[in-house]
């Protein structure tokens, strides 16, 4: 079969989680299958859709890798074949015309409410004749056109929900033309996936109570229906509709923090589907090989902002420094942290640095916050370093520290053979010998070396800053000490 599936926003906001899931199952769909995945942007909304919001979607889907082989089109710019459509289907008289106004309408809808009932359109215009019809239109009274719901039921398939049944009168005669001349939602997007030839429409499960009125649409037009695939909706841990409580929601949100784009496609894969083992982490790869709508979840998905993010260090930790680079890089030049020479004659260097840290890392501007020390003299100590290590209540305890490091720092520069054997040695001995806890002074030269709490293995820094710095950075603790 010739895949063709959609991704059609309304740019009436950002690209957020829900969307770019939607998007990210349409496109692995669309590479597994070798089809053809488009952007349709649902601009028809006018007052609400605005082009930095598209540019914003578009940026987002790009940042995620989600590239589109068709589009953007833009439904603003289709109101004619929704027109036309709207036509035929007066023509037939599955469509007519309705001239009653929205403060009729109102009232209508008030009085059913305090009534107890529930409000439905009630038919009025549904037999106007043809030529009451023309008279009023002669007479320059306004119209929507409204769909002429046949009696009887609609069912349809849904991938994920199975059957679906509606009663028809349960449906309303539901408006395809706005007064103002304006398709609405539901016209639009039935002209526009016919006429787009959509083979299926993956879309979240809030479209569902829609598609019954799309599958009316579609058997008026005598078209074949796509397979409908309704998406779980994506709720936050508390099991509320997903919103910025949850953390962000907008998918540009997530680059400017610095997630890395596959960490976050992984997870969205997540959302309400998954392979059928226990493997969380997969690739680009993986998932478009393993994608598989029957695996689609029918119960709701729960965005995790925790999950995200240890899924993204996992996902950190994963690359190689080479493949951290770029990022690396970025950060620091963002920080004014990055010296050339690292591309250069420093760059092993630079790695050595990348792989030690990238285990402690949680998203790429950890490398300028966290590992600072490491790329720069310009650090300071953390309070809670110069709390925990660096202060004292016996002068005693102060005094011997300070010879220790003193000891320390001339043997290390003393060291025939500096590594990693050699500046353990030396320093279990020294602390040993001025009765130093061994915590206290791995802490006091990790918080010398790093200004942090927290750090690579003490020795594995030691090595990768070299002995000149280490020995130096030792120095500057004696002052601060003294
Ligand atoms: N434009 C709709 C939305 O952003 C999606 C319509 C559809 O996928 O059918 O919710």
Known sequence: ???????????????????????????????????TFILRIEDTDVERSSQEMVEGILEGLSWLGLDWDEG???????????????????????????????????QKKEEKIQSGGVWQYDGCCRELS?????????????????????????????????????????????VILRSDGLPTYHLSVVADDTDMKISHVIRGADHLANTSKHVLLYQALNQPLPSFVH??????????????????????????????????????????????????????????RLF?????????????????????AQSISRLSAEELEPKVRSVL?????WDPAWETKDRHHLMQIIDLLKPRIRKPSDF?????????????????????????????????????????LQTYQGLEVFD??????????????HAVKSGRFIGAVRAALTGKTVAPGIFEVILALGREKSVNRLNRLLEFLQ
């Open 1 to 35: 079969m010739n895949v063709r599936v959609r991704f059609a926003p309304s740019p009436t906001g950002f690209l957020h989680i829900g969307g770019a899931r939607t998007a990210l199952f349409n496109w692995l769909y669309a590479r597994q299958h070798q089809g």
């Open 231 to 288: 998406l779980p909706l994506i709720l936050g841990p508390d099991k509320k509709r997903l919103s910025k409580r949850h953390g962000a929601t907008s998918v540009l949100e997530y680059r400017k923090e610095d997630f890395l784009a596959g960490a976050l496609t992984n997870y969205l894969a997540l959302l309400g589907w998954s392979p059928g083992d226990e493997q969380e982490f997969l690739s680009r790869e993986e998932l478009i």
């Open 130 to 174: 043809q030529a009451e019809s023309e008279d009023r239109i002669q007479s320059g009274q306004a119209f929507a056109v409204r769909f002429r719901v046949p009696s009887g039921q609609v069912a349809f398939e849904d991938a994920v929900v199975g059957r679906v049944m509606v009663e028809s009168e349960n449906i309303e005669d539901f």
């Open 333 to 337: 030049e963002r920080e004014s942290l």
């Open 72 to 106: 953007p089109y833009y439904q603003s710019k289709r109101l004619e074949l929704h027109r036309s459509i709207c036509d035929q289907l007066l023509a037939a008289n599955k469509a007519y015309r309705c001239f009653c106004s929205p403060q009729l309408l109102k």
């Open 420 to 433: 990693l054997d050699t500046t353990e040695k030396a320093l279990r001995e020294i602390g040993d010998r």
């Open 292 to 312: 598989d709508i029957s695996r689609i979840n029918k119960t709701n998905a729960v965005f995790d902002l925790k999950k995200l993010e240890w899924m993204n």
């Open 368 to 408: 300028a916050d966290l590992g600072r020390a490491f790329f720069t003299e310009d650090f300071q100590y953390d309070p809670q370093a110069v709390k925990k290590y660096l202060s004292f209540q016996e002068p005693a305890d102060h005094d011997a520290l300070v010879e220790a490091i003193g000891e320390l």
